[in-house]
């Protein structure tokens, strides 16, 4: 205030035109007001930008022991269902991609190799190559549709079906640690742990069509069960 | 008893020493009452086996969806979770198995080879020829302790920790899948998932002293964090 007081007197002490001096004051306070503001726009960023900061620290902190938790969690579990499969196929001299390739297109009535690549979680070379193995030994079948004359399908021959029969007949034959670690929770809440978490992370992972094919396939398998009883 | 009659008044007959027709008599009858609770410990246990088959048969439809849903889950998360892995880890030029090598022997500040394998699900050779090579790399070292003489330990070095920090540091520079397919649950309990059915089936089938691992692993990653917080 002094300033312009100052600048206002030495207007008048050197005659200048005094509405110039008004006007560069008011200027002056023009940027002053927009350098005031822009310092409060700034304080009141750095604020939230700090604010942010704590949050997503703490988020990376809790994701960080989440995502070892899982890590931990899904290798530990994936080997042991792994060991699992490998026992009850091996008889069958078929390997988990295979046996998955055969279990796929079984449950899904005919799936195109797309289909089996995402479902079965495999690279599509991997889901062909071995679909084209497991036709070579007259498992497995290769078709166009009417109904889709773009895709090639992918269908379980009578040989096939007849194994992978025999498989489910012999299911027990073999060991199954992870079926054997359920039975406590079996015997506590009466069913088998129906994983709900793990279910709405690869749903949320894997989109919606992951799940309907999963839920279409287990539906399947029950209606295949029932059918024989 | 008419056959022991007989026995007796043809020992009378021929004269033979009535004692040892006694002693013999006994013996007959002790075989008797032996086979006869042989065959109703076998009848009771076919009866056993019936209901116990019957159970199992209810149960067979159960297990079978129960493990084809728990295969599948767990292929699916464990596949999500090992891309994940592979890509925060490629910088580093680190496969998964040495990463989770230097994990363990930095969270457990210090393992042996059978920590490693066991809790890092992998086998022995696995674990002993990935920890040569990361001793090779300067990231780990051998040593005896004087504790236990019997065991050799491992240790990350100055260069392995540095190496794990700085791979904490750039922990979200690569996407991570499983952990935005988990947030939707974050938001809506307020909390990430803790997999509780997960981690009794684990418990289960890799026993307490597995899951002692994992807590005290987390545990220390949890300090190591707030440390550097």
């Known amino acids: 205030m002094e300033y312009i007081l100052f600048l206002y007197s030495a207007s008048l002490h050197y005659k200048i035109n005094q509405s110039i001096i008004i006007k560069i004051i ?27 900061m704590a949050d997503q620290f703490y988020t990376m902190k809790e994701a960080m022991l989440y995502s070892q938790r899982i890590a931990q969690l899904s290798k ?49 070379s991997t889901a062909f190559n071995f679909s084209k193995k497991l036709e070579a030994r007259g498992l497995l079948s290769f078709s166009k549709r009417d109904t889709d004359k773009r895709n090639t399908y992918v269908d379980v021959t009578k040989k096939g079906q007849v194994l992978l029969e025999e498989m489910y007949d012999n299911y027990h034959e073999t060991p199954h640690a992870v079926l054997e670690g359920s039975l406590p929770i079996k015997e506590l809440y009466g069913k088998f742990p129906d994983f709900m978490d793990v279910t709405a992370v690869i749903r949320n992972i894997y989109g919606d069509d992951f799940m309907d094919i999963f839920e279409r396939s287990l539906k399947n398998l029950e209606s295949t069960i029932v059918a024989k009883d």
């Open 26 to 52: 008011i200027f002056f306070k023009h940027v002053f007001t927009y350098l005031l503001s822009c310092y409060n726009v700034f304080k009141k960023l750095n604020i939230e930008s700090r604010v942010y």
């Open 76 to 124: 530990a579990l994936w080997k042991a269902v792994e060991k699992d499969w490998q026992s009850w196929i091996k008889p069958y001299d078929l390997n988990i991609n295979e046996h998955h390739i055969l279990w796929i297109s079984y449950h899904l009535k005919g799936a195109t190799i797309s289909d089996i690549a995402k479902f079965g979680v495999m690279h599509v």
